[in-house]
């Protein structure tokens, strides 16, 4: 078989491999981190278009982080949106939140 072709199927096969896991790990950040106040998560996700979800997450997610730290109500939330933690997740978050834009063409599952 072509080595080229050989390198280019692996390749293809590598992205998708590292672009599903970043999904896979926004989505178990989205459940641990932001369910709690918004629940029904992916019907709140799929409010949002992918241009908006980009916006909000360009950055390391700084407009998410400063719309929270401004708001009284969403206090419990804070000490997440400044740690470390949120900074280092946020480019996986925003892949699974651009996933399941309204725009995404993803239905979620079970819906
Ligand atoms: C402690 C509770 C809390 C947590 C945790 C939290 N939020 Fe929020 N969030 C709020 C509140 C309160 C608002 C303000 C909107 C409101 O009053 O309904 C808000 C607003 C938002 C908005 C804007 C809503 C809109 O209609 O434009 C988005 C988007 C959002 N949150 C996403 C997230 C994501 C993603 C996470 C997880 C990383 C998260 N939130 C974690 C409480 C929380």
New binding site residues.
Partial sequence: MNKVFLAAISIAFFTLLSSNAAVYKGQK??VK??V???ENGQV??S??KIK??KE?MDQS?KA?AS??LK?E??????S??ESKN?EKNSKN?KQF?VEYAKDSGNVPACN
Avoid: P, Q, R
């Fill in positions: 950040v989205f981190e932001c709690k106040c918004h709140f996700i409010k949002k908006e979800w909000l997610g998410l719309l929270h708001n109500k969403a206090k419990d939330s804070w997440y949106f949120y978050l939140l």
